[in-house]
């Protein structure tokens, strides 16, 4: 298998400072895989591959290598990762699997920490009215962690679905004043806790004779901050860009880790509901998305659009639109993003 890419990026900059254009160009392979069956039930196989499981709609918690499912943003392709994998299939409704991520890849490290190397055991069961996967891994230097999914057919029109993981202790960064400069330290303070932490998700999806597909999805992330805790971190975050922009250099590596607290979510109670409808007039695809915080009220609203022109030609557009003060989880970066363009089949 194997998944070539080039790419071509033009911009033009305009600020009160400069206008000019730049442009840049790669070429390289995202994913790759070599596989070999030794057996007709054992198979092995070493690539650059975009591992993604599970049923819910907004993330992938019980996925220790791509949180990220892709599902947000379908015009942007994730990044490979390197993968040394064993699979073993007993009999038609189970699955052992062996994972080990050996090398970053193309994949990124959204908090900016070298990579660690990350071994999982994946066991999958599949039945008659559901399936549902266990899957323990450990990161290096890291946590052990435990997480699965499953799924279940209630009807012919409703599903329902959970998905999450946990550990004991979390590598979770938190903010604490300090007598000393910048004033604030953020460290994984909970690492060495007995506690269990971790993300929990709970779905169900319901399906119209007509065709469209609503989820609604509740999540519990019992390691985001505290309401004491989102003030300290947002009073940090306006403290240390303060100092930056005053020309104040030596926060920056300690504003760059306030910019992802290795948490999936910043605070603990979300609500989450999309609605999907496919080939409408076998020209359209429409999808619908939003997530809100029940702890701060903010919330993000995101809007798919995919129209076949004909065979070969797809018009697509996203939109993004965020609400929420300046100290909450969707309201502290973006307020809105766009992003229309043309898919060519060759």
């Known amino acids: 298998m194997l998944k070539p890419r080039f790419q071509y990026i033009w911009e033009h900059v305009d600020t009160t400072s400069e206008d000019d254009d730049q442009n840049d160009s790669s070429a390289f392979i995202n994913e790759w895989r070599i596989r070999a069956g030794l057996t007709n039930r054992v198979f092995v196989s070493y690539g650059r591959e975009v591992l993604l499981w599970g049923p819910s709609m907004l993330f992938s918690p019980s996925?220790?290598?791509f949180v990220d499912n892709g599902r947000s943003d379908p015009f942007r392709e994730l990044g490979g990762r390197d993968y040394l994998q064993a699979i073993?299939?007993?009999n038609q409704n189970l699955t052992f699997s062996l994972i080990s991520n050996v090398a970053q890849g193309r994949g990124v490290n959204f908090d900016l920490s070298e990579f660690e190397r990350t071994d999982a055991i994946k066991m999958d069961y599949i039945g008659q009215?559901?399936?549902?996967?266990l899957i323990l891994s450990h990161q290096q230097d890291g946590l052990n962690q435990i997480g699965g999914y499953f799924q279940l057919t209630l009807?012919?029109?409703l599903l329902l679905y959970g998905e999450g993981s946990y550990s004991q202790g979390t590598q979770a960064l938190y903010p604490y004043q300090s007598v000393s400069p910048p004033g604030w330290d953020f460290v994984a303070s909970k690492r060495d806790d007995h506690g269990i932490f971790g993300t929990s998700l709970l779905g169900l999806a319901y399906t119209f004779a007509a065709g469209p597909t609503v989820n609604v999805e509740y999540i519990y992330n019992n390691a985001g901050y505290s309401d004491q805790e989102a003030r300290d971190y947002f009073d940090m975050v306006?403290?240390?860009?303060?100092d930056f922009a005053g020309g104040d250099l030596s926060v920056a590596s300690l504003l760059?880790?306030?910019?992802?607290?290795?948490?999936p979510l910043l605070r603990r109670h979300y609500m989450f509901v999309q609605f999907l409808n496919t080939n409408i007039r076998n020209k359209l695809d429409v999808t619908l998305r939003y997530t809100r915080s029940l702890d701060d009220d903010s919330g993000n609203f995101i809007a798919i659009f995919d129209l076949a022109?004909?065979?070969?030609?797809?018009?697509?557009?996203?939109g993004l639109v965020n609400h929420g003060d300046a100290q909450s989880e969707f309201g502290r970066y973006i307020d809105n993003q766009?992003?229309?363009?043309?898919?060519?089949t060759f």
């Open 63 to 65: 996925n220790p290598f």
């Open 256 to 263: 760059a880790q306030a910019a992802d607290p290795r948490l």
């Open 238 to 242: 306006e403290q240390l860009g303060s």
């Open 88 to 90: 073993y299939l007993p």
């Open 155 to 157: 009807s012919d029109a």
């Open 309 to 318: 022109a004909n065979d070969n030609t797809h018009l697509f557009a996203l």
């Open 129 to 133: 009215n559901g399936y549902g996967s």
């Open 338 to 344: 766009w992003l229309v363009g043309v898919n060519l």
